[in-house]
């Protein structure tokens, strides 16, 4: 099993950040596949916040359908699922194991459900991994660290 790589450095908009590149890049992944899949139109943010307290803070955001207040507060455990079987129901449960294990938190910061003609839906979760922002010279990176082109901000537009 390849051990994850704790010393990756990672281009965020005009800075770099040094984290788990493994745990940032599972949690991205399912965050923003999770919003594909929820929204049939609008848009899809992925945003980094800064650090704060040693810890690299991002936000999901979605113009999709919400979240029912049923799930809200148990969305990061393996029973829950939106019972629309596009999923297996372990995404984000992962995600908030993977975030606590990189000494961070993932959690749901707001959502609102889609009213019966498809308007005003949205979802935003919010997560963070311990790391670091750093200035690196891009061609004196150590051997060991990759440099992955992430970008801050991804706006999907999805008109129907």
Same mark, same amino acid.
């Given at each position: ?33 999770? /919003?594909?899949? *929820? ?6 943010? &992925?945003?980094?916040? +800064?650090?704060?307290? %040693?810890?690299?803070? @991002? ?42 294990? /990189?000494?961070? *938190? ?6 609102? &459900?889609?009213?019966? +003609?498809?308007?005003? %839906?949205?979802?935003? @979760? ?35």
């Amino acid at each position: 099993m390849q051990q994850p790589d704790s010393g990756a450095i990672h281009r965020i908009m005009q800075g770099d950040v040094k984290c788990d590149s493994y745990i940032l890049s599972h949690v991205v992944s399912n965050l923003l596949s999770n /919003a594909r899949k *929820y929204t049939s139109r609008g848009s899809i943010v &992925l945003s980094f916040h +800064g650090e704060v307290n %040693g810890k690299l803070v @991002f936000r999901v955001a979605d113009t999709g359908r919400g979240l029912p207040k049923a799930i809200r507060d148990r969305l990061f455990r393996t029973e829950v699922t939106t019972g629309d079987n596009r999923g297996t129901g372990l995404g984000l449960p992962s995600c908030g194991l993977f975030c606590k294990a /990189a000494g961070g *938190y993932a959690r749901l910061v707001n959502t609102c &459900l889609q009213d019966d +003609g498809g308007h005003g %839906g949205f979802t935003i @979760f919010e997560f963070a991994v311990e790391g670091s922002v750093v200035q690196v010279e891009h061609n004196t990176l150590p051997s060991r660290a990759s440099n992955t082109k992430l970008d801050a901000m991804i706006h999907s537009s999805h008109a129907h």
